[in-house]
């Protein structure tokens, strides 16, 4: 593994644990050129996943995008690490078994929004602002009427 400090690809596996319910295994490793420490995980991928952007470009799916998006919306919010792991990773088990290897931004944003309405309604209503693309008070006035009355249809 390549170092991120030195690039140096000679370094030490020093811990591993199985993490995500046993879906990954985080390993702490030493480079052997700098002496930095950092953290890898390993994941299996049932497989490769592209991303059909809304302009009709193709790009290579990236988990950790998707975590940088979750972050930002869960920022200063009570929700444990290993909950927002185990939600996107539910997300891309769900991606990986639809069975095409193109899957549309929309759907990955529509599964996002899912999960994260099961988990935190703030941070929901922060990534909707970005995926549904806010632009007024009014706009968040508008989603937050519609959930409250499909929330009430649900009840």
Known sequence: MR??????????????????????IRRRRLCNSCGARFTTFERVQLRE???????????????????RSVMIALQKR????DQIE?????????????????????????????????LDSV?????????KDFHEVSDFESFIDEEKLANEDEN
Request: a positive charge; one cysteine or more; charged letters at 30%.
């Open 86 to 118: 185990r939600m996107i990773t539910g997300i891309i088990r769900r991606l990986e078994s639809l069975g095409n290897n193109e899957i549309s931004s929309d759907q990955i944003g529509q599964m996002v929004m899912e999960g994260l309405s099961h």
């Open 78 to 81: 009570p929700v444990k690490q």
């Open 49 to 67: 996943l592209t991303v059909l952007k809304k302009t009709g470009r193709r790009a290579p799916f990236e988990r950790e995008k998707m975590t």
């Open 123 to 131: 941070g929901y209503v922060r990534y909707a602002s970005v995926y």
């Open 3 to 24: 170092c991120p400090f030195c690039a140096s690809e000679d370094s030490q596996v020093k811990d591993s644990r199985h993490t995500e319910e046993g879906q990954a």
